[in-house]
């Protein structure tokens, strides 16, 4: 480091002993030239020509640097120079204002934080000088024009081939397109037989639609399943009057299902059913009957049973309940002043129905259960 700033001193002082003609000289001969104006005690008008000369020398300008109370020297040409730089040293922290040698425009002003010596911050100040200056040459520099791309070789035209055309047994099977997802709901709708228990020895069987409405992301699955069935009527005679008991049953029934394997699911539910009860009499000649009639009839029900899946759309449900009539209800007859009971409902009726079912919303397989993000 002494060496060195030895040698930046010796060159310094003999470019500032030098500088009326050398630097004036220089500058005639220069591409460019950088003048440099330093506010400050001589070491720092030395101190600058010997870092200014090393670094600035590197891109194709010239730097004359110059004490603040010098007279500028004459140059070739009016465009000289191509910047003008003031370094103020009189603080400790170093001052720089670089503007355009031509159009006197301010390129950069700044304030540099304090230096450690002198040398620093000398260093420092032309180093922001270096880059401006380098900056604004490649500015001025002039746009070569590209040069005209080779054109390219010819290219040689492939000889023709026939193109071999596959077979009927080489063509590829088209792949199957990927299941259809289920969505959050399921809605299934379809017919259902069950019989209807009367008391004795009537059994009514009938037969009816059903609309199910399934929440499938739900475990165990919740559904909401409505019924509407038509049951065969009974008959019975009372002397010479018969009566035609004609059952209609609406019925509503909550249940949760839940699968007990691949293609089985179990359910078990409860809900409430009306059923009305069409009452037509009929009577020999000569004999009086009371007019014909309705009646309801309102119970609640128990259900449990299995659910197969048949295919990815059709199901079959087979299922046992048990209905429990909230008031009794008996049909009578009355013939010579005696009452005689035709039908009778018992508070408890049990019953079987068989259902099959097409889901309208997709597969009915939870496990093709569409992922909603």
Aim: charged fraction near 20%.
């Amino acid at each position: 480091m002494k060496g060195r700033n030895l040698g930046r001193l010796a060159l310094g002082c003999l470019l500032f002993f030098a500088a009326p003609e050398a630097v004036a000289s220089d500058a005639r001969t220069s591409p460019h030239v950088v003048e440099i104006h330093v506010d400050g005690k001589p070491a720092a008008v030395a101190q600058t020509r010997s870092v200014a000369t090393e670094i600035l020398l590197r891109i194709p300008v010239m730097p004359v640097v110059l004490a603040e109370d010098a007279v500028a020297p004459s140059y070739a040409t009016p465009d000289e120079p191509f910047v003008r730089a003031y370094f103020d040293f009189r603080s400790a922290a170093p001052r720089l204002v670089i503007v355009d040698g031509k159009t006197q425009r301010e390129l950069d002003r700044r304030v540099l934080p304090e230096g450690s010596s002198l040398e620093t911050s000398v260093e420092a100040v032309t180093h922001v000088l270096y880059m401006v200056v380098e900056s604004l040459l490649d500015e001025s520099a002039p746009e070569t024009p590209p040069s005209p791309e080779p054109a390219p070789p010819p290219v040689a035209k492939p000889p023709e081939t026939s193109v071999p055309v596959a077979t009927p047994e080489e063509a590829p099977e088209p792949s199957s397109p990927p299941p259809v997802r289920a969505g959050a709901f399921g809605l299934e709708t379809g017919i259902f037989f069950r019989t209807l228990y009367l008391g004795g020895a009537h059994l009514s069987p009938g037969a009816g639609l059903a609309l199910d409405l399934r929440a499938d992301r739900s475990e165990p699955q919740v559904s909401v399943a409505f019924a509407l069935a038509l049951h065969t009527p009974i008959e019975v005679a009372l002397g010479g009057a018969t009566a035609r008991l004609q059952p209609f049953t609406a019925a509503l029934l909550p249940s949760l299902q839940t699968e007990l394997g691949k293609n089985v699911v179990g359910l078990f539910g409860a809900g409430a059913s009306v059923t009305w009860f069409s009452l037509e009499t009929h009577a020999a000649e000569g004999a009086s009957v009371a007019s014909s009639a309705g009646s309801a009839d309102v119970a609640l029900d128990v259900t449990a049973g299995l659910r197969f899946r048949l295919s990815s759309r059709i199901a079959m449900t087979l299922s046992g309940a048990l209905e429990v009539g909230l008031a009794p209800r008996a049909f009578v007859g009355e013939l010579g002043g005696e009452r005689r009971v035709l039908a009778e409902l018992p508070r408890l009726r049990p019953f079987v129905s068989l259902s099959a079912t097409y889901s309208l919303l997709g597969p009915n397989d939870p496990g093709l259960r569409a992922e909603v993000d």
